[in-house]
């Protein structure tokens, strides 16, 4: 446990220790990895939170922000990741709380931080976790609108379900925010969010593979930076600079080819300054093509024009079902949708190896860990499971283990050359 005065050292410690690393990693210079770089820090900044009013929070990634944004606000993330956010709570919740849902309470109850006496909180219900801390904001007095996510998707009545919710949430929101909601605003906010998400895939499409040119944790530290910016168009604009850049240099520089066996992170989400396992790693000499967790379907969630038509309850109700149909949070019984686009990735990228994060108390994560496990195996793909928190105590012990994976996936690359020969 973190002393009191030690926690809000503690906090800008690990931020700055995070954007140093990722600076540490990155070879080539990128001047447009400065703005994803600010972003982080700014968002972070005492200074910054003190002056933020938020009008509309959403906890976690489980809610479409297009519904959001249509409704007259810009939504303020809250989705963890901070070691000295979490010591925040630790009045407030059991020790063995998940680090996730301790980090989100620690940043409502920050000192100094962004004023939230006046903020609607957006909470989805996708672990129990999530629940206990809706119950605790509201014996706060915190306004709050809860939205339950239907487990079961095989329910015929699972998605109508859904679809109400998002018609009572964006009902809720505008009369908070006092601003009729309007076909133009659902229209533009549905275009707006989607050219960000269309910019956001093309990025990781683009520099996947290629960390001779932009490192493995900046890549990570542009999807995270979607949930910290302050303006989402100019947020948007910055990530086609990049991919522009890389694109060129990609053109420029012939990929040698890669020596380091290539993993994927799935489970628990990794959310920046909490880098330990992606640093790992980079450490042990993998390269990491991707992260795969609860928001990894996001950019499938894409708008046209000619597709929102009709009226307003009718484009709400579409943007739901189309959501719904990607949510991979953990909140379901069976993930299928997460399941079916693993189920590509592994047909159509060289995934070597898997490294199954599960962050202590977020046990909803193991359930679909022995059908992943299956699903891996018809493909000879090794898995790796660590559970871990948000401590760094266990560093050593979890890089002395995947030092071990490492050198498994290493010599099986070799079993491969030599089978080919």
């Known amino acids: 446990?973190?002393?009191?005065?030690?926690?809000?050292?503690?906090?800008?410690?690990?931020?700055?220790?995070?954007?140093?690393?990722?600076?540490?990693?990155?070879?080539?210079?990128?001047?447009?990895?400065?703005?994803?770089?600010?972003?982080?820090?700014?968002?972070?900044?005492?200074?910054?939170?003190?002056?933020?009013?938020?009008?509309?929070?959403?906890?976690?990634?489980?809610?479409?922000?297009?519904?959001?944004?249509?409704?007259?606000?810009?939504?303020?993330?809250?989705?963890?990741?901070?070691?000295?956010?979490?010591?925040?709570?630790?009045?407030?919740?059991?020790?063995?709380?998940?680090?996730?849902?301790?980090?989100?309470?620690?940043?409502?109850?920050?000192?100094?931080?962004?004023?939230?006496?006046?903020?609607?909180?957006?909470?989805?219900?996708?672990?129990?976790?999530?629940?206990?801390?809706?119950?605790?904001?509201?014996?706060?007095?915190?306004?709050?609108?809860?939205?339950?996510?239907?487990?079961?998707?095989?329910?015929?009545?699972?998605?109508?379900?859904?679809?109400?919710?998002?018609?009572?949430?964006?009902?809720?929101?505008?009369?908070h925010t006092r601003k009729r909601i309007k076909k133009d605003n659902i229209e533009a906010a549905a275009l707006r969010v989607s050219k960000a998400r269309c910019a956001l895939s093309t990025f990781l499409n683009v520099s996947r593979g290629r960390s001779d040119i932009i490192c493995d944790d900046a890549r990570l530290l542009v999807q995270d930076s979607y949930y910290r910016t302050a303006n989402l168009d100019e947020w948007t604009y910055h990530v086609q600079l990049l991919t522009a850049n890389v694109t060129d240099m990609a053109s420029r520089y012939v990929n040698a080819g890669n020596n380091r066996p290539n993993v994927v992170i799935m489970g628990s989400p990794i959310a920046f300054p909490n880098y330990k396992i992606p640093f790992l790693v980079h450490d042990v000499g993998l390269t990491l093509l991707d992260t795969i967790d609860c928001s990894a379907l996001k950019h499938e969630v894409l708008h046209e024009r000619n597709s929102l038509s009709g009226s307003c309850e009718s484009m709400i109700r579409n943007i739901a079902s189309l959501w719904y149909d990607r949510d991979a949070s953990s909140a379901f019984v069976r993930n299928n949708a997460l399941f079916e686009y693993i189920s590509r990735l592994v047909r159509n990228r060289d995934i070597e190896g898997v490294v199954y994060h599960v962050l202590k108390g977020q046990i909803e994560y193991d359930f679909e860990l022995e059908r992943f496990e299956a699903l891996f195996s018809k493909y000879n793909i090794p898995v790796f499971r660590l559970e871990t928190d948000y401590q760094y105590q266990d560093v050593e012990q979890l890089r002395i283990r995947l030092e071990a994976f490492s050198e498994m996936l290493t010599q099986n690359r070799y079993k491969e050359v030599r089978k080919a020969k």
């Open 1 to 175: 446990m973190i002393r009191k005065n030690d926690r809000t050292g503690v906090y800008a410690g690990e931020y700055s220790d995070t954007l140093n690393s990722i600076m540490s990693h990155q070879e080539k210079y990128l001047p447009e990895i400065k703005y994803f770089l600010d972003t982080e820090y700014t968002w972070s900044s005492s200074k910054t939170k003190s002056q933020q009013r938020p009008s509309v929070v959403i906890l976690g990634t489980g809610i479409p922000e297009e519904l959001v944004m249509a409704a007259g606000t810009e939504p303020y993330w809250l989705i963890g990741g901070s070691l000295g956010s979490a010591a925040w709570s630790d009045e407030l919740v059991p020790r063995d709380t998940d680090p996730v849902s301790r980090s989100i309470l620690g940043y409502i109850h920050q000192p100094d931080g962004a004023d939230f006496s006046e903020s609607l909180f957006i909470i989805p219900i996708t672990s129990d976790s999530m629940r206990k801390i809706a119950y605790q904001l509201k014996a706060e007095g915190r306004k709050i609108c809860l939205v339950d996510v239907p487990p079961d998707r095989s329910d015929d009545r699972a998605k109508e379900k859904w679809q109400r919710q998002m018609m009572d949430m964006v009902e809720t929101i505008s009369a």
